[in-house]
């Protein structure tokens, strides 16, 4: 199950991010949303696999971003023209829908 997450991320386009429970839901399983945040909290190549592109059911970032903390991740999703605000990026605008 972690190979297929982390293969995952790697079709979310550049300017998009998902949700736990969507990776969970593309896996089969909705209710599997905490386990996906525990795979991508141990991602083994966050430059393979781009977890910062994952953020809440609201569209809000990790608090507890497991490669730099909540600042890198927003760095990042900004680098890809991802605006944010307050932490929190609009889902209507930039959610991936695969």
């Known amino acids: 199950m972690k190979q297929e997450v982390y293969e995952f991320l790697t079709t979310i386009p550049k300017g998009k991010v998902v949700t736990y429970s969507q990776i969970a839901e ?7 949303s905490r386990v996906v945040g525990n795979i991508l909290h141990v ?5 393979k696999y ?8 609201k569209g809000y970032l990790a608090s507890s971003f497991g490669d730099g903390g909540i600042e890198v ?19 209507k605008k930039y ?4």
Request: glycine share 4%; proline share 7%.
């Open 73 to 91: 991740q927003k760095e990042r999703l900004e680098k890809d023209g991802i605006e944010v605000i307050n932490y929190c990026v609009d889902l």
């Open 50 to 57: 781009p977890c910062y592109k994952v953020v809440n059911s």
């Open 26 to 32: 593309y896996l089969g399983n909705k209710k599997l």
């Open 43 to 47: 991602n083994p190549n966050p430059a």
């Open 95 to 98: 959610q991936y829908k695969f």
